[in-house]
């Protein structure tokens, strides 16, 4: 049984200006200890996902259909206080801001405790044992004597750092981190990735990562799906992604990592914004911002497809796409260039220009 299944989820806010459907009939499923990676830019649905599996939409926002299986049981079925015991025990979130995360009031160590003695039944001095133990396996110096300092005398870099032990205190079988090192800077981030895979995997624990940034995910995991306007566009191992690209839009995404030795003399970035959700465009919603749309792109709505069978996508499918390529064959194709020597290294695609009729 796959520790996460999530069947044809629908979510919908209800504002002043329309009815949003920020994320439209999403199916994906997480194994146990698997890294899953969910990436897009702002407005693709990403962190609703995220915040979905918490039952954590409020209003006026609606879950307004699918199922949320964990671990077989249905999230969206079990009651507040059932999901309570659920969220930080088995289920626990990392955000972006680890200030909003701690409370600055108490001490990183106590706050930590606390969740440990609520959750594990744990004597106040096991919790605070075990909080020194975590505080040192995710990389804060003198662990012992930072236990009792306040947040504001943590550094950016140890604050994540000790969201990712308060996330881990626990033994959570999913972690859903949603961009948890946006505001750090490149050198902490690459390292504070490599601790919370790391620590993942000794504690297998799977983890479902929201995140902007490509590069991002080839640090930390197995497997991706690419999400553009509430919808996936792209599901992929995360190599074969890299490797092989099927989708317009991933190879725009992959045009915009930044690297070290890059010899574009500026990065390609993909052209218009994210569309209204209130109002999407016809067809193919990337169409408008797509440089291999044709006229059929506005009228069809392309399902996620088997790139390899042309049949439609399962939970199952290893590499699925929505292009109408897969389906019915665009007249001109799709033609991009893809040179990378591996997920770890960095990518670079590129849309190739200048050999299609306009
Ligand atoms: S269906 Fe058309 S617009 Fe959509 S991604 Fe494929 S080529 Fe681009």
Redesign the pocket.
Known sequence: MALLEVKDLTVRFYTQEGVVTAVDDLSYRIERGEKFGVVGESGAGKSVTALSVLRLIDSPGQIESGEILFKGENLLEMSESEIRSIRGDEISMIFQDAQTALNPVYTVGGQIAEAIEHHLDYSSEEAKARTIQLLDRVGIPEAEERFSDYPHEFSGGMQQRAIIAMALSCDPDLIVADEPTTALDVTIEAQILDELRELADEFDTAIQLITHDLGVIAEVCDRVMVMYAGKP?EKAPVEELYYDPK???TVGLMSSIPRVNDKRERLQTIPGVMPDLVELPS?????PR?????E???R?E?PLTDVESGAEATLDTEHAA????YTEG?SQG?TYSVETTGPADGAAAGYVEGDRDE
């Open positions: 566009v989708h317009p839009y067809g193919c919603s990337f169409h797509c440089p291999f749309a044709e059929k792109c506005t069809k392309p929505a292009c109408l390529e665009l799709l």
